[in-house]
């Protein structure tokens, strides 16, 4: 084995395609240092792009979904004949079978959402990986119920790009509430937001909300909106740029996601997006359950509530709208936890798991 070993990362999810888990696996390749990566991926352009930092495949992903993870497969096991990896970082539990089959260790990296919708896969992960990675305790429980009684677990919370520090001067303007999701999950609690509007404004009548993101719930979300009279201080800003979206989390008063824990979902698994939130010197308001307990500290960061309660909702948000010296501390206590979860950071712990891994295989 090289001293650096070769890691291949096996993911339907990475760039250009926009998610969380997008987000946080092409940070931890662009951020290794002691490791060698490869990525084989889906994507409608074949080959490495200029944006890429180490070799990329990429895999069509026309037809039905079943297909597609078929074909992703058998690309990864072609790559791993090819490259000849000492380990494999699963980046999703529909991987796992290939990664399984190359022969070499392979770790397994778990979120919150898979393990619910698929919980036969995910044990099946779990019981042939030489460990996993979690981003919380959120993730940790879930695993165990699912299996991983006999797999090292490690907990390692997601990176960010740590914005510069904030400035005020953004949010001297209306009071504005940010929300920043694609529009497809529901236990994001859009609609617990959109019911908590009037309520909020009945307190702070100039408040104004954002949602940033799109998705197939935007047309039901707008419709809610105009039925519970509040269409006039909704604005569904769609898909924007990275500089728009940090500008917006810079502007807001208050940045909203009361993430629920329905039946039979994971819910969310840590929530990257809080700590971007924070990084910007923006308080949160955050649900009670789930990897936001994880990402966000009560009464430091931000405000847990009962995501399912909209009032209590609306009354933590109007809160922050309301006092501005809160609104601030909070803020400020955001922005010093986020710097605790740069890439610098969070890597190294990533890169220890498959470094240990790789050494089994020797």
């Given at each position: 084995m090289?001293?650096?070993?070769?890691?291949l990362?096996?993911t339907?999810?990475?760039p250009?395609?926009?998610g969380?888990?997008?987000?946080l696996?092409n940070?931890?390749?662009r951020?290794?240092?002691?490791?060698?990566?490869?990525?084989?991926?889906?994507?409608?352009?074949?080959g490495t792009s200029?944006?890429d930092?180490?070799?990329v495949?990429?895999?069509?992903?026309?037809?039905?979904?079943?297909?597609?993870?078929?074909r992703?497969?058998?690309?990864a096991?072609?790559?791993a004949?090819?490259?000849?990896p000492?380990?494999?970082?699963?980046?999703?539990?529909?991987?796992a079978p290939?990664?399984?089959l190359?022969?070499?260790?392979?770790?397994?990296?778990?979120?919150a959402k898979?393990?619910a919708?698929?919980?036969?896969?995910?044990?099946?992960?779990?019981?042939?990986?030489?460990?996993?990675i979690?981003?919380?305790?959120?993730?940790?429980?879930?695993?165990?119920a699912?299996?991983?009684t006999?797999?090292?677990?490690?907990?390692?919370p997601?990176?960010?790009?740590?914005s510069?520090?904030?400035?005020?001067?953004?949010?001297?303007r209306?009071?504005?509430?940010?929300n920043?999701?694609?529009?497809?999950?529901?236990?994001k609690?859009?609609?617990?937001?959109?019911?908590?509007l009037?309520?909020?404004r009945?307190?702070?009548p100039?408040?104004m909300?954002t949602?940033?993101?799109?998705?197939?719930?935007r047309?039901?979300l707008?419709?809610?909106a105009r039925?519970?009279?509040?269409a006039?201080?909704?604005?569904?800003a769609?898909?924007?740029?990275?500089?728009e979206?940090?500008?917006?989390?810079?502007?807001?008063?208050?940045f909203?996601?009361?993430?629920r824990l329905?039946a039979g979902?994971?819910?969310?698994?840590?929530?990257i997006?809080?700590?971007?939130?924070?990084?910007h010197?923006?308080?949160?308001?955050a649900g009670?359950?789930g990897?936001?307990?994880d990402?966000v500290v009560?009464?430091?960061?931000g405000l847990?509530?009962?995501?399912?309660d909209h009032?209590?909702?609306?009354?933590?948000?109007?809160?922050?709208l309301?006092?501005r010296?809160?609104?601030?501390?909070?803020?400020?206590?955001?922005r010093q936890?986020?710097?605790?979860?740069t890439?610098?950071?969070?890597?190294p712990?990533v890169?220890?798991?498959l470094?240990?891994?790789?050494?089994?295989?020797?």
């Amino acid at each position: 084995m090289s001293a650096a070993p070769r890691v291949l990362l096996l993911t339907p999810d990475y760039p250009p395609a926009r998610g969380g888990i997008q987000y946080l696996l092409n940070g931890i390749v662009r951020h290794a240092s002691r490791v060698r990566f490869r990525v084989v991926t889906l994507g409608d352009r074949p080959g490495t792009s200029e944006e890429d930092t180490v070799p990329v495949r990429r895999v069509a992903s026309p037809g039905p979904r079943g297909a597609t993870v078929a074909r992703l497969n058998a690309a990864a096991l072609a790559e791993a004949r090819s490259w000849r990896p000492d380990v494999v970082l699963s980046g999703h539990v529909v991987m796992a079978p290939a990664a399984r089959l190359t022969g070499v260790p392979y770790v397994q990296y778990l979120y919150a959402k898979e393990i619910a919708y698929r919980p036969r896969l995910s044990a099946y992960a779990l019981r042939h990986a030489c460990a996993g990675i979690v981003l919380g305790s959120h993730g940790r429980r879930l695993a165990l119920a699912a299996g991983a009684t006999n797999t090292p677990l490690h907990a390692i919370p997601p990176g960010i790009d740590l914005s510069p520090p904030p400035s005020t001067t953004a949010r001297d303007r209306a009071p504005l509430i940010v929300n920043v999701a694609r529009l497809e999950d529901r236990y994001k609690g859009f609609d617990v937001l959109i019911r908590a509007l009037p309520l909020i404004r009945s307190r702070v009548p100039n408040a104004m909300m954002t949602f940033v993101g799109d998705g197939p719930l935007r047309a039901s979300l707008e419709a809610l909106a105009r039925s519970n009279g509040c269409a006039d201080a909704l604005h569904c800003a769609g898909s924007v740029s990275n500089a728009e979206r940090d500008a917006l989390l810079s502007a807001a008063t208050v940045f909203a996601m009361p993430g629920r824990l329905p039946a039979g979902s994971g819910g969310e698994g840590f929530g990257i997006v809080y700590l971007e939130a924070g990084a910007h010197g923006t308080p949160v308001v955050a649900g009670n359950v789930g990897g936001a307990v994880d990402a966000v500290v009560h009464g430091q960061t931000g405000l847990l509530v009962d995501p399912e309660d909209h009032v209590a909702v609306g009354a933590a948000i109007s809160s922050l709208l309301e006092d501005r010296e809160l609104a601030a501390r909070l803020g400020a206590g955001g922005r010093q936890w986020a710097e605790g979860f740069t890439w610098a950071t969070v890597v190294p712990k990533v890169e220890d798991v498959l470094i240990a891994a790789a050494a089994r295989g020797r």
